[in-house]
Each structure stands twice: as C-alpha cells, then as structure tokens.
C-alpha cells in the first residue's frame, strides 16, 4: 500500500511538472499574443549608433541591461508579484504595481512594459481564468494604471500555483530571446549568432535568477544611463521598425 501511495505522489508531482512547463512555454511564447517582437528596450537606436554590431558588443549590452537595469527590474517585481499572488495580499500587489509603473526611466520603455502587461493580463483572463487576475484588473483598473509585464506575469504565476524558480527562469529566458531577436532583424545577425547568444546568456540569467529572489522592493534599482540614453534617442529616431 506504501509503494502504491508512493507511485501515487510521484505521477501527481508529474503530471504538475508537465502542467506548469505546458502553461509556461505557453505564456511565454512568442505567440502569446503581447506583441513583444515591436519592442527592442532601446536597442534599435544602439544599432543605429554603432554602440551594437556584432556578437560580441550585444552580450556585453545584454549582459549590463540584465544585470545593472531591465533584468534586475523586471526580475526583481516578477518575484514580489508572484509572492504577493500566492499570499492574495492583494494591497502588496497594489503597491507593486505603482511602483513596477513608476520605475520606467523613458517614455517608450514605460508603453513597453505596460502595453504587454495589459495585452497578457488580458488575454490569460480570457484562456485561463482566475478570480486572483480579476483582482488584479480591477486593481489595475482602480489605479489608472496598466500592469507592468513582469507584474502581471508574475502575478498569474502565483495565482495559478507554479514554482517561483522555475518560473522566473523561463520569464528571464524570454526577455533575453525577445532581444536576441530583435538584434537578429536590427544589426542584422544571423540565425546562428543569434543563438549562440542565446546561449552565452544561459550561465548568467541562471545566476541572476538566484539573487533576484531574495530582493525586497527597497533593493530595486537600475545603473544602466547608456541604456536609457539610447531608449529617450529612439523616440525620435527617423526610421524604426520597433516601438521603443
């Protein structure tokens, strides 16, 4: 009866690990309808500028963006979102999403985050629901403010359950693979080099995963002003095939 128990835990802890690796590859696809491919983080204007050419000059942006800006930032409220999902406390996640909508340096990383947080938010309510994201949107709603990706992300993480490490490492991916791709069209890279650096990222974004979780909101904060130098520039780009 023991080992018939034991099998029993082991094929439910399957079958949640398959159900939060579907649900993830899913809200994080490219084809989760965000519209994440218009938006590049300021990176078409470093193209423009030179600041970014090759494979090696866009590791080193990514690189510092990750750690020293966006990475951190949007790490950083993907946790504090989750964890204040999973506790319904739903005054902590109000005053998460003032502030994941107050730390924007720049007009168009501000659209950036919110337009994608309000376009997921509402497209995971309609596919699948939780009286958790309704709170949220009224929240949202109450506040005048849109939720931040990382905000409602993490959020719908927490309410539906998943793993915060496991979570927060595919959201990491995800930015990371959605920049990548838009250097690929924007230097332009190829395929492969793309890829591979993808691929450079992977020990760093599993790094910064780790210290990220143990971040309150007084350690949030960016040192990234080439980064937002380039965002306030694209503004007034002359030609641009992104929205910020």
Known sequence: MALNMMTTDIGMTDARLAL??????AWLSPAFPVGAYTYSSG???AVEAA???DVTSLEAWLSGLFQHGQGVIDGGFFCLAHRAAQA???ERLAEIIGWADAMRSTAELALESGAQGAAFLKTV???WPHEGLDRLAEISKAQGRKPAYAVAVGAT?????LQMDASLTAFLHALGANLVSAAVRSIPLGQTDGQRVTASLEPMLVRLRETI???SLEDLGAATPVVDWASMNHETQHTRLFRS
């Open 51 to 53: 600041l970014v050419s």
């Open 125 to 127: 309510r309609a596919a």
């Open 88 to 90: 319904k406390d739903e």
């Open 43 to 45: 990176l078409e204007y």
């Open 213 to 215: 979780q143990s971040k």
């Open 157 to 161: 993480c927490g309410f539906h359950g």
């Open 20 to 25: 939060d690796t579907y649900r993830l590859a």
